[in-house]
């Protein structure tokens, strides 16, 4: 976050679904991201979006930004 000068301040682990998966939530701004740890610690930001034929709808994205402008909170 301090990379791409997100404040953090607000910002709450609302969920995680599984030990790999870290959901992000700003309740203030209704804002959102998600966050997945591979085994070899690598970390991939994701959104939540509309389902794509195959009924997946989390995304990669390529920074948080992104992840936070893409995410549709249902």
Request: with cysteine.
């Amino acid at each position: 976050m301090r990379n791409e000068q997100i404040e953090i301040e607000g910002w709450t682990l609302d969920e995680r679904p599984l030990d790999t998966i870290f959901c992000f939530y700003h309740p203030e701004s209704k804002q959102a991201f998600d966050i997945l740890v591979t085994d070899q610690s690598k970390i991939t930001t994701y959104y939540s979006g509309e389902e794509d034929e195959n009924g997946i709808n989390s995304f990669p994205a390529k920074t948080i930004k992104e992840a936070i402008e893409k995410y549709i909170i249902e």
